[in-house]
C-alpha cells in the first residue's frame, strides 16, 4: 500500500505542471435565489421521447432548465425553465436533475432542492404535458417535510407509463438518532405515480442502510417493476451494492446484496453505480470501489451471489462509468483523467459482455460532468456536458 | 421553511451573519482559507521539507469528515511537532459554510487550504492519481515524505500510535 501510493505520488508530481490557480468566484448578483449554485454544476440527463426527439435537463442558475434536439444533440433549442420560482438546484458530483418521457409525449423532471441545513434537501417534480412547451409548477414528491436528507433522486418510466421516484432518506436516522439508538447509513424510499405525476403514492421504504451521497440506478422490468442499485452500508461498515425490486404491484422487495468488494469504510465515495439489462433479461452493472486491491471502476453481470464476467473499466483514474445494453450489445461508458485532460472513454461488447472493444470518444480539459448513455434505435450515444462543450452527444460505432 | 422570500442580498447578510455568530461562539479566528491549487502539493511539502506531516481532505457534505474534524485539533495539541494541513474540497460557493464549520472546532494550529480550482480532477491527480474523491482522504507522511493513505474516517489508536511515531524524527 505504502509503496504504490509512493508510486503514484511521483509519479502525480513528475506529470503535473504547476497550473494556474482559478481565481475564487461569487455566484453575482443575478443569480438571486442560487446560494449554493455553482458555475461548474454540470449536472446534466437526457432522454429521448416517443416522436424521436432528444431532451436534456440541466441547471441554470436557481433553475432546472430542459433544452431538446431533432438532429441526436448536433444543436440545442433554447432553454425553457422548469421551475419558474427560482430555487437551489442539486447538479454537481452525483446529483443531477433527471428526465424522463412518459408513453404519450408527457416529459418529467426531478431535481433535488437543498434545504438550509447540510445534507437536507426535497424531492421536486415537474411535468409537461403539452410536448415541452411548458412545465407544471414543481411539487415535492414525499410527504414527509423534515428539514432532513431526501436525496439523490432517481427517475423512470415503467412499462404502463408508471412514474416513479426513489431517493436517499434519512428520516430513519433521524429518528434513531432521537431515541440513541444506532442506525447505520441512510434509507432508500420510493414513490409512483399512475396518473402521470398529478398525485404519488406515498413515501415507501424499500431497503435501510443504504450509503449517504451516491446515484441510485433504477432500472424499469418489462413486467412492471423496477429494479434499483444501490450502494449500501453491510455490518459493518461495508460499502458494496444491494439490488432490490420494487414489483408491479409497487410492493419493495428485499434487498440481495450485489457487489463483493468488501471495502469497509466510513467514508463519502460520492460514486453510485449503474444497472443496464439485456434482452436475456442478464443485468450489467458498473460501480466504483475503494477496496484494498481492488481499488477502481469495475463492470460485471449480478447473479444471485455473485459477479459473472467482471473486468476492471478503464485505469486508476476511471471515474463515474455509466452502463447501456440492447439486445446482446452491452456499452459502458466512463471519464478519466490522464494528468492533463478529461477523457470521454467507453468499451462495447456484441456477446452480452463475454468479449469487449475499448474506444476513446473525446477529451476536455475542463471541468466535466459524469458521462450518461442514451440508446437509440440499437445504438448507443453519450451525453457528456462539458464546460469547453455543453450538452455534446458523442455517438458509439 | 417559511414562505418569506428574503432577498438575496439579505441571505448573504444573514450567512454571513451566521458565520461570524458561530466564530464568535467557538472563541476562534477567522481561519485564512489558502487557495489549493495542482502545485499546493508540491509547496506544502517543500515547506514541510524534512518534517513528517498530516495532509486531510475533507468537505461539508461528508458526514465522516465532520467527525472527524473534532479529532484534528485534540491530536495537534497533543502532537505539536507534526504539521496538519486541512484542504476543504467544497465549491467556492459553500466557502461560508466550510468557514463556519471550521470555526465550530479548535483548529488555530492547523493550516487550512480551500480547493481553488473548479477542475477537481486536476486537483486530486495533483495529490495522488489513484484518489477516487472519496472522502476524508488523509495522507500521513513522516519525515522522509513517504506517504501513508486512508480513505474514510479514521482509526484513532493508528493515529495516535503513528503520531508518536513520528517523535524524534524530525518532529520538533
Not at chain 1, 438546484?89 to 433535488?112: I, M
Not at chain 1, 416513479?164 to 432521537?178: G, Q, S, T
Not at chain 1, 468488501?262 to 439489462?277: I, Q, R
Not at chain 1, 463515474?320 to 459502458?332: K, N, S
Request: proline share 6%.
Amino acid at each position: 500500500m505504502v509503496n504504490r501510493t509512493a508510486i503514484g505520488w511521483i509519479a502525480a508530481l513528475a506529470a503535473v505542471a504547476a497550473a494556474p490557480a482559478v481565481a475564487q468566484h461569487s455566484d453575482g448578483d443575478h443569480q438571486p435565489s442560487a446560494a449554493k449554485a455553482s458555475r461548474h454544476a454540470l449536472g446534466a440527463s437526457a432522454a429521448f421521447d416517443a416522436a424521436g426527439t432528444l431532451w436534456a435537463v440541466h441547471k441554470e442558475g436557481a433553475h432546472a432548465v430542459v433544452r431538446h434536439s431533432t438532429d441526436l444533440g448536433r444543436t440545442w433549442s433554447a432553454p425553457l425553465r422548469v421551475n419558474s420560482e427560482p430555487e437551489p438546484v442539486a447538479a454537481d458530483g452525483d446529483a443531477r436533475p433527471k428526465l424522463a418521457a412518459g408513453l404519450r409525449g408527457e416529459l418529467y423532471v426531478t431535481w433535488t432542492r437543498p434545504l438550509s441545513k447540510p445534507y437536507t434537501g426535497e424531492i421536486r417534480f415537474s411535468r409537461s404535458l403539452d410536448g415541452g412547451k411548458s412545465f407544471s409548477p414543481p411539487v415535492t414528491v414525499h410527504r414527509d417535510r423534515q428539514e432532513i436528507t431526501h436525496r439523490f433522486d432517481a427517475l423512470a418510466v415503467g412499462r404502463g407509463g408508471r412514474v416513479f421516484i426513489a431517493w436517499i432518506d434519512k428520516r430513519d436516522l433521524e429518528a434513531a438518532k432521537a431515541a440513541g439508538a444506532e442506525y447505520r447509513g441512510a434509507a432508500v424510499y420510493y414513490t409512483f405515480s399512475d396518473d402521470q405525476g398529478a398525485s404519488f403514492n406515498g413515501d415507501r421504504k424499500l431497503a435501510d442502510h443504504s450509503c449517504e451521497c451516491c446515484r441510485i440506478a433504477v432500472l424499469p422490468e418489462a413486467d412492471g417493476g423496477f429494479l434499483l442499485l444501490w450502494r449500501h452500508v453491510f455490518p459493518p461498515n461495508v460499502r458494496d451494492h444491494a439490488l432490490g425490486r420494487v414489483d408491479a404491484e409497487g410492493r419493495g422487495g428485499g434487498p440481495r446484496r450485489a457487489t463483493f468488494d468488501e471495502w469497509a469504510v466510513d467514508a463519502c465515495p460520492h460514486h453510485g453505480p449503474s444497472l443496464a439489462a439485456d434482452a436475456g433479461g442478464r443485468l450489467h452493472a458498473v460501480w466504483f470501489t475503494q477496496a484494498p486491491g481492488r481499488e477502481g471502476v469495475y463492470y460485471g453481470r449480478l447473479r444471485a451471489g455473485g459477479i459473472e464476467g467482471g473486468r476492471r473499466v478503464g485505469g486508476d483514474a476511471a471515474a463515474h462509468a455509466d452502463v447501456a445494453a440492447q439486445g446482446e450489445r452491452v456499452a459502458v461508458a466512463w471519464k478519466e483523467f490522464d494528468g492533463e485532460r478529461t477523457r470521454l472513454r467507453a468499451m462495447l461488447s456484441e456477446n452480452g459482455g463475454d468479449d469487449w472493444s475499448n474506444l476513446e470518444l473525446g477529451a476536455t480539459a475542463g471541468p466535466s460532468d459524469q458521462p450518461r448513455l442514451l440508446t437509440r434505435d440499437g445504438g448507443f450515444l453519450v451525453l457528456w456536458n462539458t464546460e469547453e462543450r455543453p450538452l455534446e452527444v458523442v455517438s458509439l460505432p | 421553511m417559511t414562505c418569506v422570500r428574503v432577498p438575496a442580498a439579505w441571505k448573504r447578510v444573514l450567512r454571513g451573519g451566521i458565520a461570524v455568530l458561530l466564530l464568535a461562539a467557538a472563541g476562534a479566528v477567522a481561519a485564512e482559507l489558502k487557495p489549493f491549487d495542482s502545485g499546493s502539493v508540491n509547496a506544502i511539502r517543500a515547506a514541510q521539507a524534512g518534517k513528517p506531516f498530516v495532509l486531510a481532505f475533507w468537505s461539508v457534505h461528508c458526514p465522516p469528515c465532520r467527525e472527524e474534524l473534532a479529532h484534528w485539533g485534540h491530536w495537534q495539541g497533543r502532537h505539536p511537532g507534526v504539521r496538519f494541513v486541512l484542504v476543504t474540497t467544497d465549491d467556492p460557493a459553500d466557502r461560508e459554510l466550510a468557514s463556519a464549520v471550521l470555526a465550530q472546532h479548535d483548529l488555530n494550529r492547523v493550516e487550512i487550504w480551500a480547493f481553488a480550482d473548479p477542475y477537481q480532477e486536476r486537483l486530486r491527480w495533483s495529490v495522488d492519481p489513484k484518489w477516487g474523491g472519496e472522502l476524508p482522504r488523509t495522507y500521513f507522511f513522516d519525515a522522509g515524505h513517504r506517504p501513508v493513505v486512508r480513505s474514510g474516517r479514521l482509526d484513532g489508536v493508528w493515529v495516535e500510535t503513528w503520531l508518536a511515531g513520528q517523535e524524534g524524527a524530525g518532529a520538533r
